[in-house]
């Protein structure tokens, strides 16, 4: 079974930097798809950044980036120029390609949540 | 373009009573699925709706159980509610199989007591 694990219960950047949040993941499969979603306190998840397995060229969306090693079975997010508004719960997250019924499963880590300091 | 929607958004049940929650997914979507998430923790999945039919299921009792309907739309109800129900239960929508990333509901807040 795949699981997701992320290291980092809570982080925190002064406003400005950089930082950088951790993801492992662990599966058997060679073809898959890895997302970053945040979650503000208001409680919507959004989609942040998303990743196909096979490509080798890491995502890149404005200030965020991420650190696709497949080998390692690593997907690290890279937010640059931290805003206040970036304060939220970050969930990285796991898409198997579809099973036989047609049907497809996302899982996601425990979360890193991180605080954003003016 | 409506985003996902979700009712009610608040909801307080008694242990051993039935609760149905509802999502409507985000205009051009056919699939749903359903996430369970306690506080301060990642979203579980229970299952998900394609074609009206329950294509996935994740380490949920068969107390969960839902419905799509024709127009996408989609339920999920919980029986013989435990007070280990609540949580914030999260309806998302997605279009197609490979790879499309899914649009989240503001969620439901269950309580059982």
């Known amino acids: 079974a795949q699981t997701v694990t992320q290291s980092q219960p809570e982080m925190s950047v002064q406003e400005a930097e950089t930082v950088t949040l951790s993801c492992t993941y662990d599966?058997?499969?060679?073809?898959?798809?890895l997302f970053w979603y945040k979650q503000p306190p208001s409680r919507q998840m959004i989609l942040v950044i998303r990743q196909e397995a096979y490509k080798q060229q890491n995502a890149t969306e404005n200030r965020f980036s991420v650190n696709f090693q497949k080998a390692a079975k690593s997907f690290s997010l890279k937010i640059s120029d931290s805003q206040l508004g970036d304060t939220a719960m970050y969930f990285c997250?796991?898409?198997?390609?579809?099973?036989?019924?047609?049907?497809?499963?996302?899982?996601f880590g425990a979360g890193t949540r991180l605080f954003v300091k003016a | 373009d409506a985003g996902v929607t979700q009712s009610p958004t608040h909801l307080i049940k008694t242990r051993g009573q039935q609760v149905t929650l509802r999502c409507s997914p985000k205009s051009g979507h056919d699939t749903v699925s359903w996430y369970q998430q306690a506080l301060g923790q990642g979203p579980q999945f229970i299952f998900q709706?394609?074609?009206?039919?329950?294509?996935q299921r994740g380490n949920f009792p068969d107390r969960f159980s839902g419905h799509q309907f024709p127009n996408y739309s989609s339920e999920l109800n919980v029986n013989a509610l435990l007070l280990g129900d609540s949580a914030l239960y999260l309806c998302a929508s997605s279009w197609g199989p490979k790879g499309s990333p899914l649009h989240f509901g503001n969620g439901t807040r269950l309580t059982v007591t």
């Open positions: 709706y394609y074609e009206e039919e329950e294509r």
């Open positions: 599966t058997s499969e060679s073809n898959y798809y």
């Open positions: 997250a796991f898409m198997k390609p579809p099973y036989n019924t047609g049907g497809f499963k996302t899982i």
